[in-house]
Every structure is written in structure tokens, then in C-alpha cells.
């Protein structure tokens, strides 16, 4: 059994910065590629930031040189660091990972359940 669980999330002024973190949890042997998805009711679910095993990232336009993805392999664990956010970034964050459980597992998609963050004034 694996989960990933989320933190981080909330209300934040326009400008303000927001640091989302998610933890996979149980049984996992290899983490391949980490990532962060948010969608807002009505939209389809947009692929904000992605983190590869090697360390290369990539990021959706609106956010590029605001958001920073990063990983941490011994934590099994993937962080989204939000700055100079917008009322536009506001949505529910969910993370997103590609691992294995055993060496002879297959690589499955794990999501997180997802956490409202609102920039408002």
C-alpha cells in the first residue's frame, strides 16, 4: 500500500508565497518521475511542474520563474515552492508519482488527494 500525503496548502495574499510538500508513504522501492497538477472546478487538470529521477524539471509557462519543483529520494518525497503567487495560480494541488513498490512490481501512478490553495486578497 502506498499513499501520497500533501501539506502546505492555504490562503495567501497576491505576491505571497506558498511551499507544498508531499510524502509518498509504504512500500516504495524505486520513485521515478514526481510531479504537481492543479485544477480549478470546470478546467481540465494542468500539469504545473515535473521532476524526473535525475533531477530535470519542467514547467508550464505561467509559472516558470515563480514555482520551484525539487525532490528529496530519501524521504521519497516532492516539494513545490510558490512564489509571486497570483489570484490565477488558485486551484487544488495535487502531487503526482511513477514508482514501484518491489523490484518486481510494475511502475503504477500514484496521486495525492489533493489540497486547496487560494490567493486572494
Known amino acids: 500500500q502506498v499513499q501520497l500525503v500533501e501539506s502546505g496548502g492555504g490562503l495567501v495574499q497576491p505576491g505571497g508565497s506558498l511551499r507544498l510538500s508531499c510524502v509518498a508513504s509504504?512500500?516504495?522501492?524505486?520513485?521515478?518521475?514526481m510531479a504537481w497538477y492543479r485544477q480549478v472546478p470546470g478546467n481540465q487538470r494542468e500539469l504545473v511542474a515535473s521532476?524526473?529521477?535525475?533531477?530535470?524539471?519542467n514547467y508550464v509557462d505561467a509559472v516558470k520563474g515563480r514555482f520551484t519543483i525539487s525532490r528529496d529520494n530519501g524521504k521519497s518525497a516532492v516539494y513545490l515552492q510558490m512564489n509571486s503567487l497570483k489570484p490565477e495560480d488558485t486551484a487544488v494541488y495535487s502531487c503526482y508519482a511513477a514508482l514501484q513498490r518491489s523490484a518486481y512490481d510494475y511502475t503504477g501512478d500514484y496521486w495525492g488527494q489533493g489540497t486547496q490553495d487560494t490567493v486572494s486578497s
Open positions: 521532476i524526473n529521477s535525475g533531477g530535470n524539471t
Open positions: 509504504g512500500n516504495v522501492f524505486t520513485l521515478y518521475t
